[in-house]
């Protein structure tokens, strides 16, 4: 069995800093497509970060220069650096995995080729004005 765990959540100020981290348990890491998602209370959950097995990484136009995804395998955790954080970054936080080959694309625009089928359950992230 496979298990995800968001930490690093919690509440800043606008153009503050937050490190979310996504531990992974049980069998499984490579050849992993992964992913950061967020979602707003009445809106979809949508993705805006992916890393591959190979690290080759994708960011939203809506984060990028702001947030970095990057992975530590001997750790099997799953990083998110988000910096000059804005109120619109309020969500809650997902991580999720599945496992998909590196010469497959594992985009943030992508994703709903995905399963998917391993999810964190999420951690809030709330940014004040």
């Known amino acids: 069995e496979v298990t995800m765990v968001e930490s690093g959540g919690g509440s800043v100020h606008a153009g503050g800093s937050l490190t979310l981290s996504c531990v992974v348990s049980?069998?499984?890491?490579?050849?992993?497509?992964m992913a950061w998602f967020r979602q707003v209370p009445g809106k979809q959950r949508e993705a805006f970060a992916t890393?591959?097995?190979?690290?080759?990484?994708t960011i939203a136009d809506s984060v990028k220069g702001r947030f970095a995804v990057s992975k530590d395998n001997a750790k099997k955790t799953l990083n998110l650096q988000m910096n000059d954080l804005m109120p619109e970054d309020t969500a809650k936080y997902y991580c999720?995995?599945?496992?998909?080959?590196?010469?497959?694309?594992?985009?943030?625009?992508?994703?709903?080729?995905?399963?998917?089928?391993?999810w964190g359950r999420g951690i809030q992230v709330t940014v004040s004005s």
């Open positions: 999720a995995a599945d496992r998909w080959p590196p010469s497959d694309e594992c985009g943030w625009n992508t994703t709903s080729y995905i399963p998917f089928s391993y």
């Open positions: 890393i591959n097995d190979d690290e080759m990484t």
């Open positions: 049980g069998y499984g890491w490579q050849s992993w497509c």
